[in-house]
């Protein structure tokens, strides 16, 4: 038998492994059920307006709030990380190992209940305000390595030859390193916010007055009313509209990218 034949008769058992599979999900499936607890029209719609007028509002404020201070504060890190000063090398180095090494649920707890009550301390904006700042923290952690990774893929000469012209080196960073750096980055970074759309979901655990629930609390509060399920699916859609042209913007910058390279 040739080799395309073998490739071919492969091919299609995958295909009629698949349909079968399928097939056997429809038929095991209790549809009524599904429809009844998961896909019920009608609690779905008294979820509107309010799901979009508050969840989604409050998870795209918040990642917004969590990416621009996670992306301000990861650069930081990233040039002290790169620092020939070494206190500024260790404490950053620290800083991201630590904060990539714990869970982000873990410190949000942390924020919201007990670094409060060790430092006296009453986070802005109450509870939201609190997982806020531990979502900034700790994704300032990845964001720093990122941008950390994409300032060493800056090609040495473009270095040497601004250094040639005059440039200090605190100028060369700012304006030959930096603007290609990020321009490298730039996927990744798109994938870190997709990341922190969801990340948003964690902030249940710090408690959330009415008007500051996101997506995930918003559906877990109307399953409780209703004694439906059909609000999780709801939201998992509202997700997916929010991230799915991210996703396919981040798969566009990589196909750029290597076109550009």
């Known amino acids: 038998m040739k080799a395309s034949t073998r490739r071919r ?14 097939l056997l999900v429809g038929f095991l499936a209790d549809w009524q059920a599904i429809r009844t607890n998961f896909l019920d ?5 008294e979820m509107f307006p309010e799901i979009v007028v508050t969840a989604v509002k409050n998870t795209v404020i918040y990642t917004v709030i969590a990416f621009i201070g996670g992306l301000a504060l990861g ?6 990380k790169l620092s020939p000063v070494g206190p500024y090398r260790w404490v950053a180095t620290a800083y991201i190992e ?4 714990l869970p982000a649920l873990l410190v949000i707890f942390g924020f919201a209940f007990a670094v409060p009550i060790a430092f006296n301390w009453r986070p802005p904006g109450g509870s939201a305000g609190a997982g806020l700042i531990a979502l ?3 994704s300032a952690a990845y964001i720093a390595e990122t941008i950390r990774a994409g300032i060493q893929a800056v090609p040495p000469g473009q270095v040497e030859a601004a250094r040639s012209l005059g440039m200090t080196p605190a100028w060369t960073m ?15 970074l798109t994938n ?6 969801k990340d948003t979901s964690l902030l249940f655990i710090a408690g959330m007055a009415l008007g500051d629930r996101e997506l995930t609390t918003f559906a877990r509060d109307a399953v409780s009313q209703q004694a439906n399920a059909t609000p999780l699916v709801v939201a998992a859609l509202m997700y997916l509209i929010i991230t799915l042209p991210l996703t396919r913007l981040v798969a566009w910058l990589e196909r750029h990218n290597k076109r550009g390279r």
């Not at 650069?75 to 002290?80: P, S, T, Y």
């Not at 630590?98 to 090494?101: I, T």
């Not at 700012?174 to 990744?188: C, K, M, N």
Request: hydrophobic share 70%; charged share 10%.
């Open 9 to 22: 008769l492969f091919r299609g058992v995958l295909y009629a492994v698949f349909v079968l599979a399928v």
């Open 41 to 45: 029209l009608d609690v779905a719609r």
């Open 75 to 80: 650069l930081i890190l990233a040039l002290m």
């Open 98 to 101: 630590l904060f990539r090494g």
């Open 136 to 138: 900034i923290i700790v």
């Open 174 to 188: 700012v304006s030959v390193v930096l603007p290609q750096a990020f321009r490298i980055v730039t996927p990744p």
């Open 192 to 197: 870190e916010l997709v990341i922190l759309i």
